[in-house]
């Protein structure tokens, strides 16, 4: 059984919650990843800013910051956390022209790849990683 514990630190509701966790877990079931933990965290401009400018050396804002914790308590793995300004992503749905909710289910999927070990460093790594994500986000959007 795989767990998603979420944290809003936003002083606004996060628009279907819930359905974001369930998106999230099938990625996770998707993976083949078992017993697995992530924390999923939803953040202002201001505070993902801050995390940016301190892990990354970049004062401003940034869409989804993924921290890797690659740790083991008992027989649950802790994969790390997900973090997700609902700022920035509230600003990419609408430029997109795409509900928020989809931006966030995008986010968090492309927080777990990184997770567990994908990057977009490269074109070759990119056209993997991102590959990857739109089939998990179709998939996602037919069994929700």
Do not use: W
């Not at 921290?67 to 997700?84: P, R, W």
């Not at 790849?113 to 998939?139: C, P, S, V, W």
Request: glycine share 6%; net charge positive.
């Amino acid at each position: 059984m795989n767990q998603i514990s979420t944290i809003n630190l936003t002083k606004r509701a996060v628009s279907q919650k819930k359905r974001i966790e369930r998106g999230l877990a099938e990625a996770m079931r998707k993976l083949g990843l078992k017993r697995s933990q992530v924390c999923l965290s939803f953040v202002t401009d201001e505070d993902i800013t801050r995390l940016n400018k301190r892990y990354r050396k970049m004062n401003k804002p940034t869409d989804v910051l993924s921290f890797e914790q690659n740790a083991t308590v008992g027989k649950m793995k802790l994969l790390g956390d997900i973090i997700i300004s609902t700022d920035t992503s509230s600003r990419q749905a609408k430029a997109a022209g795409k509900p928020h909710f989809h931006e966030l289910l995008l986010l968090s999927v492309h927080g777990l790849l990184h997770l567990i070990g994908y990057d977009h460093a490269t074109k070759k790594e990119e056209i993997r990683m991102f590959g990857l994500q739109n089939e998990l986000i179709e998939h996602i959007l037919e069994k929700i």
